[in-house]
């Protein structure tokens, strides 16, 4: 039997990624001892490694494909495919920045003024390269965690972190001085494998389950009875991704109406409906929602 080798990220990315599965109809379960997590798919056989090293093994053939950084694809300089750019949520917090921060006190108003400074992040090549097109001479150092605490304590000048909000810098006392890159995650795969058919027709299908479930985030589906003669009012109330499914039903002069909607907006559109006749209004969850 021909099996999929699949990278799964560990760490932050891992929680996310295992919810999106589910919603995708693959049931994933990881034991704490454990870096072969068990899915209910024979044919994918996955591995859990850092969102850090991914692209490497994907780019050598260890694994077919996996879901990483598009920031550790750059670091890495792997070179794969990037078959889906995966936004696990639709809020702008889904694309993450690595930035340049600084104490709060800094002289450092540019990167212009990090000449002769000394500077620690994980993402050094990256870094590197961002000193280089804005012709900085400056001193890269990998750090290995508390990268935050470094600079706070004086041992660096600066330091390139991630961030979604800035809220942590913002508690550690740091300002945030210039973005250097944006990141958001991907589902890549090795260029040998996609020449497989087999291999790229799994890839795509996992691809489209995922993509539906990330989605249907945050919507729901809708379903009502309504007379004809108050289907207007029912259709103006009505904001749906496409035109309203409106269907006759079996009692002349009633029709079934059903739409997909934003959940936020759904406790005050439901008293709205009710109030220009609609009937039998259902509320139902949605796991995947696929163009």
Not at 106 to 133: C, F, H, P, W
Not at 237 to 259: C, D, M, R, Y
């Amino acid at each position: 039997m021909k099996k999929l080798k699949l990278g799964l990220p560990k760490g932050s990315l891992q929680e996310a990624t295992i919810k999106v599965l589910d919603h995708a109809g693959f049931k994933v379960r990881v034991s704490d001892r454990s870096y072969f997590p068990y899915i209910d798919d024979v044919e994918i056989d996955p591995v859990l490694l850092r969102a850090q090293e991914m692209s490497r093994y994907v780019e050598d053939g260890a694994l077919d494909c996996g879901i990483t950084g598009a920031d550790w694809i750059k670091e890495n300089g792997s070179h794969v495919v990037r078959l889906a750019d995966l936004m696990y949520a639709k809020q702008s917090a889904a694309k993450v920045r690595w930035v340049l921060a600084v104490p709060e006190g800094s002289g450092i108003k540019s990167v212009k003024d990090l000449k002769g400074k000394r500077l620690a992040t994980e993402l050094v090549n990256v870094t590197k390269n961002y000193l280089k097109q804005n012709k900085v001479l400056a001193d890269v150092e990998f750090s290995w965690g508390a990268t935050e605490a470094k600079v706070a304590a004086g041992l660096v000048d600066a330091v390139v972190e991630l961030t979604e909000t800035g809220s942590s810098l913002r508690a550690n006392k740091l300002r945030i001085v210039s973005t250097v890159c944006e990141s958001t995650t991907q589902f890549i795969a090795n260029k040998s494998s996609v020449k497989d058919p087999w291999k790229k027709r799994k890839m795509d299908q996992l691809v489209l389950l995922i993509k539906g479930a990330i989605e249907a985030e945050g919507m729901v589906g809708l379903k009502m009875n309504v007379e004809q003669k108050n289907l207007k009012k029912v259709l103006s109330l009505l904001t749906s991704l496409k035109n309203p499914t409106i269907s006759p039903l079996s009692q002349k002069g009633w029709l079934a109406i059903e739409t997909v909607i934003p959940e936020s907006v759904v406790r005050a559109l439901i008293p709205k409906l009710k109030g220009v006749g609609a009937q039998g209004i259902i509320e139902y969850s949605l796991n995947k929602l696929i163009y």
